[in-house]
Every structure is written in structure tokens, then in C-alpha cells.
């Protein structure tokens, strides 16, 4: 398979006994034969699920950092806002609406959403950009897994995404009560469908944090981090391109494509190069695509990238 780069498991670089610690073991949920990570709780029906390197060989982000900074406006625009804020949110109960150009649509509960969907850990480069960039060990799986369940009809072109909006739990929409909330994204179908286009519910072999967007939120690696929507609680099938935020706040500085490209720079800065998260003053070139073109690049064939889309 030609995207396999390596076999190194955030367990096999984490001592085993403190790995298994923190973990939740709960005993007598076994017989699904992957681990699934719902709500506040890890339950580990069974331990052993794959692992995919991804990352083109750079070293994975320190666990504190990657949750500790972080863009979750819902909880302040400052990078440590979500880790101090979003503990409020509550995740549990938690559903996720699939609408549109579905045969299947409905309210699911998240338990619903991942049964019988088998998790695996994806080691990702993540690239933001405001260029900044960490390497993640996500849980998850194909987002193309729950759009197959869900049925997708052919005249369905998009997938749009929606992040839960409750300011009684999310003291950054009160403050900023004139940001366009919800939160939304946008992917094309076949982006969607890409098998790299990941629902992560967990991340560092534990359930997702708050701050990172739990109990789940899309992972699209070769794109700018801020198409990698969080704590969603919608899908729709749409037939046309849906709204994304950044691209309503700024439509000449985000386009709806936002693919990582080094050699488009952001009217305000260079895309060139990026600061490694929890890597000092390190900085390397980013690549084209986020280093994922082998898998991504004929998806935009005859597209001029040199653009804002
Ligand atoms: N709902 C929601 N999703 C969001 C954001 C946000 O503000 N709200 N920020 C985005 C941006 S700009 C980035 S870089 C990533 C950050 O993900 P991380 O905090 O897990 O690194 O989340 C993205 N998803
Ligand atoms: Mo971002």
C-alpha cells in the first residue's frame, strides 16, 4: 500500500506501563475488537489497533503542547484560551445530525456514529496557517466510513460541517458575539472520500480533549489546520459549496480549497516555512500539499493552486 511510511506506534515511544496507566481500562466490554474512544472515557475493549506513520519522518509534537496550544475560538482567540476554557463544554451526551443528500439521515448518538467502526492511529504532520506546525498521533478513522453508512446519493458534491454552538458552555462566543457562529466547514465530495481525510475521537492513545475538539472533529492533513473543523454535531450533503468561516470572515485570505502550498504566501505572510510547535525556534520548509501530494495532488489536476481558492 502506497501510503504506508513506517510502523512506529506512539505506545512503542512511550514507556508501555505508562502508556497502559493512563488508559481506563474497563473490563467486560470486549467483542467489538478495536478500542473505542466515546465521550469523557477511554474504553479499551482491546488494545491493540494499527498504527500508520504519516509523517514523512519528522518527530511527533510533545503530548502538553499539542494540547496546550491551541485555535479553538469557541474558547478565546488566545492559543492557551482552550485548554483553560473548554472544560466547560460537555460532551456526554453527545449527537451528530447527518442531513442532505442522504439516504440515510438522522440525529445519531455517538455511541451509534462509531459502532462497530474499527479505530486506528494515524501519525499526521498538522500544518496551520498561520505557519505553525506540530505532528499528531490521532485515533480515528476514514470520514469516508460514516459517509458510506450514511448512504451518499450521487447528486451530493459537498460535505458540510457544523461545530456545536452553545455560549452557556463557550465563553469565547460570549465575548465574540458577532463572529459568524457556527463554526463551519466544507470539503469536496472526493476530498471527503480521500482515504487520508480522518474523524479523529482520540489523539496520544487517549480520548480527544476538550481543547482539541472532542468527542470528534475532522482531520484533513494536507490542508491548512483551520478546514480541520472541531466538536462537530452536523454533516450535510450538499449539491453546492457550502460556507466556511474563515473564508466569510476573509474571502481575499482564506479560500474554500486552503491547501498547504509554500509557494502561495498569505497576503500578510510567507507560507515558505513553519515554526515547529514544541521544537524551540525550529523552523523547516513546508511542503507542497503538507508532504501528502503523492496522495492528493490528481485531485486538483487543472486547477491553478497558485490561487485563492
Ligand atoms: N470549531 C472550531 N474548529 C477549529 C477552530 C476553531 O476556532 N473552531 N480552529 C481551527 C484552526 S485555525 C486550527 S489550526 C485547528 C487547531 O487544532 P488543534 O488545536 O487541535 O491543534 O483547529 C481548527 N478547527
Ligand atoms: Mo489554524
Not at 504532520?125 to 505553525?132: G, N, Q, S
Not at 481575499?252 to 498569505?266: A, R, W
Amino acid at each position: 500500500m502506497t501510503l504506508f511510511r513506517g510502523n512506529i506506534k506512539y505506545s512503542d515511544i512511550t514507556a508501555k506501563a505508562d502508556f497502559l496507566n493512563r488508559r481506563q481500562i474497563i473490563a467486560g466490554a470486549a467483542g467489538l475488537g478495536a478500542a473505542s474512544f466515546v465521550g469523557g472515557a477511554v474504553q479499551a475493549q482491546n488494545l491493540e489497533y494499527s498504527t500508520t506513520d504519516y509523517a514523512v519522518n519528522a518527530d511527533i509534537t510533545p503530548k502538553k503542547d499539542a494540547t496546550s496550544f491551541n485555535n479553538f475560538y469557541e474558547f478565546g482567540t488566545g492559543k492557551n484560551d482552550p485548554k483553560d476554557n473548554a472544560s466547560r463544554m460537555k460532551i456526554d451526551p453527545w449527537a451528530v445530525e447527518i442531513s442532505g443528500l442522504v439516504d440515510n439521515p438522522g440525529n445519531y448518538s455517538l455511541e451509534d456514529l462509531l459502532s462497530g467502526i474499527a479505530l486506528e492511529e494515524r501519525i499526521y504532520r498538522f500544518r496551520c496557517v498561520e505557519a505553525w506546525s506540530m505532528v499528531v498521533p490521532w485515533i480515528g478513522f476514514s470520514l469516508s466510513d460514516i459517509l458510506k453508512r450514511a448512504g451518499v446519493q450521487s447528486s451530493a458534491k459537498y460535505v458540510a460541517f457544523q461545530t456545536l454552538n452553545r455560549p452557556s458552555e463557550m465563553i469565547g462566543i460570549k465575548r465574540n458575539p458577532k463572529f459568524p457562529w457556527p463554526y463551519v466547514e466544507g470539503l469536496r465530495l472526493d476530498e471527503a472520500m480521500n482515504p487520508l481525510s480522518m474523524i479523529a475521537t482520540g489523539m496520544y492513545g487517549e480520548s480527544l480533549p476538550n481543547q482539541n475538539g472532542a468527542p470528534l472533529r475532522l482531520v484533513v492533513p494536507w490542508k491548512y489546520g483551520f478546514k480541520s473543523i472541531k466538536s462537530i454535531v452536523k454533516i450535510t450533503l450538499t449539491e453546492t459549496q457550502p460556507q466556511t468561516t474563515w473564508n466569510i470572515l476573509a474571502p481575499k485570505e482564506y479560500g474554500f480549497y486552503s491547501n498547504v502550498n509554500p509557494s502561495f504566501d498569505h497576503p500578510r505572510w510567507s507560507q515558505a516555512r513553519e515554526r515547529i510547535i514544541g521544537g524551540g525556534i525550529f523552523k523547516r520548509d513546508t511542503p507542497m500539499f503538507n508532504g501528502y501530494g503523492e496522495e492528493v495532488a490528481n485531485l486538483y489536476a487543472g486547477m491553478d493552486l497558485n490561487k485563492n481558492y
